[in-house]
Nanobody, 124 residues
Framework: QVQLVESGGGLVQAGGSLRLSCAASGRTFVNYAMGWFRQAPGKEREFVAAISWGGGRTTYADSVKGRFTISRDNAKNTVYLQMNSLKPEDTAVYYC?????????????????WGQGTRVTVSS
């Protein structure tokens, strides 16, 4: 079982940037794709970004494409989400998750382990 701990959330003004981190422990996550999801108040959890096990492939939700960048450092067992040009509609709790396999997917049910989330609030 992999344990995931997100950090880096906070309050930022619209147009600002934040970098989220997700540290994994418990077992290696090198062979698994990773993803970021978010859940805004009153809304369902939605896909944000995912990265393949080696980092060579990424995919993004249309709403964040061009503004967010997912990356990973397998030596540090950490995945990152760089968020630029933040908008109020990006306000949510952000979760990282470990996929059940090496290839990227956007389906929450394909992810085996989840962190507890880090809150991002973007003020207008």
């Amino acid at each position: 079982q992999v344990q995931l701990v997100e950090s880096g959330g906070g309050l930022v003004q619209a147009g600002g940037s934040l970098r989220l981190s997700c540290a994994a422990s418990g077992r290696t996550f090198v062979n698994y794709a990773m993803g970021w999801f978010r859940q805004a108040p009153g809304k369902e959890r939605e896909f944000v970004a995912a990265i393949s096990w080696g980092g060579g492939r990424t995919t993004y939700a249309d709403s964040v494409k061009g503004r967010f960048t997912i990356s990973r450092d397998n030596a540090k067992n950490t995945v990152y989400l760089q968020m630029n040009s933040l908008k109020p509609e990006d306000t949510a709790v952000y979760y990282c998750a470990v996929d059940q396999g090496p290839t990227i997917t956007r389906v929450p049910g394909d992810f085996a382990s989840w962190g507890q989330g880090t809150r991002v609030t973007v003020s207008s």
